[in-house]
């Protein structure tokens, strides 16, 4: 990894880099003094976001954290950690800030592997990079098994959703971001409460985004996660199903067609067609009490046969197909030959 200077260092004419550190704040005041103490010094600007949190998290680090990069954010209401993360992204924006990385305010995540997360999007190799706790075996036995199953089961439905199938641990939370990719996401779309991780990958990879997995391990003490694996799983089912769907027909069908997307149309009719024509054909012999002719079975059993096997060629065309190059890389080309009416800057 290059050292701290390196990481300050001009980005193609963009000058000196600008990492910003966005930390939502709610019932975590007596972790922030030494969180804040373990944020290194290359750290451009840190913005608190107090959301509208009833131990007054931002008037404590006014009053008590002696930092000048300490900037506090107030929500007068609940937001939400998503709310909060979006109430930071939009003013880091602002600010010029050139990537944003986001950590929660309990003290579960280690300010010192910040350099992990920054160094493939300054290296030009990520959009988005975000934590994985499940790449190491040994340090995954340290989780608690119901955050572990947890984890698991809504990792597999994100890698439906999203279409980053090789992404894991998608409610991991310790997360970076190019500013020209954060200023393309819709904010007042993206889900602000605990579905706000798996939202933002399915955002991401609607722009194509290129996102990296950065092997991390989360500390474990004594504090409590507000995040119910079982009051929430089927909440997220819905919401990534919503999102699947939405994926399948922007990538396949509004902005491109492909032979997958001939594969999906074509099988899903076939298993339709034979499921109809099987069933009906079985109640009609159960009501008139007669053999169904092996014809008929065949006619009913080929076409389901036949799109199962189309679907599972699209599942495998969906999961085999990467993005390569980083969408910031592809901003700056496309910014050196500005256009009228230019569609990536318009919302999903």
């Known amino acids: 990894m290059k050292n701290t200077r390196s990481m300050q260092e001009s980005d193609e004419g963009r000058g000196e880099n600008r990492i910003a550190v966005v930390i939502p704040a709610y019932k975590v005041k007596r972790h922030l003094e030494d969180l804040f103490a373990r944020i290194p010094s290359y750290v451009w600007q840190i913005y608190l976001i107090d959301d509208a949190c009833p131990e007054n998290s931002g008037a404590f680090a006014e009053k008590h954290i002696r930092d000048t990069r300490l ?81 698991a089961t809504l990792s597999f439905m994100s890698k439906f959703s999203t279409g980053y199938w090789k992404i894991f641990d998608p409610t991991n939370g310790y997360t970076a971001i190019h500013t020209s990719v954060a200023a393309l996401l819709p904010f007042e779309k993206i889900s602000e409460r605990y579905f706000f991780e798996s939202d933002m990958l399915f955002r991401l990879n609607t722009f194509q985004a290129v996102v990296v997995d950065i092997p991390m391990e989360a500390v474990y003490a004594d504090e409590q996660s507000n995040l119910k694996i079982k009051k929430i799983v089927f909440e997220f089912f819905c919401k990534h199903m919503r999102n699947y769907f939405k994926r399948i027909f922007y990538n396949y069908y509004l902005r491109d067609m492909s032979a997958a997307s001939v594969e999906l149309l074509v099988g899903m009719l076939m298993i339709i067609f034979g499921v109809y024509y099987g069933v009906s054909n079985w109640i009609y012999s159960m009501q008139y009490d007669i053999l169904t002719p092996t014809g008929t079975i065949m006619l009913s059993t080929l076409p389901i046969i ?9 599942l495998n065309a969906d999961m085999s197909t990467p993005f390569k190059q980083p969408l910031h890389a592809r901003l700056r080309k496309k910014d050196a030959f500005p256009v009228e009416n230019d569609a990536f800057n318009k919302t999903q």
């Open 71 to 151: 900037r506090v954010l107030y929500h007068k209401v609940n937001c939400g950690v998503g709310g909060a993360v979006m109430t930071g992204y939009r003013q880091a924006i602002a600010d010029g800030a050139t990537v944003i990385v986001k950590i929660d305010g309990d003290g579960q995540m280690d300010p010192k592997l910040i350099p992990y997360f920054i160094q493939p999007i300054l290296d030009g190799q990520a959009d988005y990079t975000k934590g994985n706790r499940f790449l190491d075996i040994e340090k995954v036995k340290k989780m608690p098994k119901v955050r572990l199953m947890g984890n």
């Open 306 to 314: 036949l799109g199962v096997q189309l679907l599972l060629s699209f």
